[in-house]
């Protein structure tokens, strides 16, 4: 109804007190009098107690009431669809102040968990309720251990910190491509980690805390690009539908040995996997594994008998890296059949200082490469006109790339 459009006068059922003799603005009988009413008397304005939640502006007589604000909604943020008590989400979120007290912390993935049943709580609980099936035990654990975790690392000071550019840089791309085929969503957030870019592995890898945080802030500038903080969109339930609030990982091994493992790396590789694991539940959508020698099939073909059917369904398998183009799109850097740019110029990287590895500290430019397998099962470079170089970086183990999709009890775990 337009705010200028009269509309019947509404009686109300709050007892306001009323006087006799005077004049009402209601439609209703006004009280009878043993005195007629003077035909010159002045009509007084009356005062009207308003409908709650429903303001009107004081009248005089036989002027409409009038709106001066739309009816109220309870939220004018997302809502959560309404779920039951004997929902999974509405139990774990009975949970949460236990967990809070316990843990003495309460962030996750750059969310503040409260009491309030919040839009933003649900989407945190429904990510660990997923990742362990509905299970509200397994999910209430992870939760609690997670929050304990985060307390103690702080990842999100990891962003911020400036790491070494000798050990560190190169290793690692966040980027974001539009248009990915098959991808419910209109933008997705790859991760590219180069594993071939490592000169000195005990450098890189021997602080094992020092390579962590790095790994970890770049980790965590992934998942801030996934937009939790302004989410709109809740995820579905357990088994009913993909969440859109996850990322895409690269793993390259171009110019990584399979038959040589450094024991640094080593270690370094295991304590990631077990963090990711543990820690990031339900941030990795598909996980692809490029320039890896077709010798080393039978180590994926292992892995599937390790991991749950889901995971499983998430990993690919490239033997060229110009190939992912094929499963990304043409978004995807050039180093990898794309037409997006190089990988330097388009993804974001941690922060670093020092000197650099290249000559005159600048870091050189990638040659047109293209992958071949060598005898000891290393993917190598061979240098071709008009395709540029397969960026490689750091090494970490053989496809031990399951940085974080093993299974957590019952909770599926996300990737490195």
Known sequence: MSSEEPR??????EAAPQEPQE??????????????????????????????????????????????APPFTPSSGPVWPEIDSSHPLFKLESELKSILDEAKYDEVYGIKLDLSGEFHNKLILQKFLRANANSIENAKKQLLETLKWRKMFQPLKCVEEV???????????VTELED??????????VTFNIYGAVKDHKLTFGDLDGFLRWRVGLMELGIEKLG?????????????????????QVHDYLNVSFLRQDPNTK??????????????????????????????????????LVLSKETVQKFTVLTYGKDLAGELG??????????????????????????????????KSPKATESKE??????????????????????????????????????????K
């Open 374 to 415: 060598g005898a000891d099962g290393e993917v190598k470079n061979e240098k071709i006109d008009g395709v540029k170089d397969e960026q490689a970086e750091e090494p970490k183990e053989v496809p031990e790339a399951n940085p974080a999709e093993t299974k957590h009890g019952d909770a599926k775990s996300d990737a």
């Open 267 to 304: 270690a370094a590789t295991k304590k990631t996997v077990d963090v990711f694991k543990l820690y990031y539940p339900e941030t990795l959508s598909r996980k692809f594994f490029v320039n890896v020698p077709r010798i080393m099939g039978w180590v994926f073909e292992g892995l599937k």
């Open 330 to 363: 043409q978004g995807v850097p050039e180093e990898y059949g794309g037409k997006g740019g190089s990988l330097q110029s388009i993804g974001q990287t941690m922060k670093t200082e020092g000197p650099s590895e290249a000559v005159g500290g600048e870091v």
């Open 228 to 248: 939790l903080k302004t989410a709109k969109e809740p995820i579905p339930d357990y088994g009913k539908g993909p969440d859109p609030y996850q990322g895409v």
């Open 23 to 68: 004049v009402s603005n209601s439609t209703s009988e006004a009280p009878k009098s043993d005195e007629p009413i003077s035909q010159t008397a002045e009509a007084k304005p009356t005062t009207e107690t308003p409908e709650i939640g429903r303001p009107r502006r004081s009248t005089q007589i036989g002027e409409p009431k009038t709106l001066e």
């Open 8 to 13: 019947p006068t509404e009686t109300t059922n």
């Open 163 to 173: 790491h070494s550019r000798t050990r560190f840089e190169g290793l690692g791309y």
């Open 180 to 189: 990915i085929p098959n991808s419910p969503n209109e933008k997705d957030v």
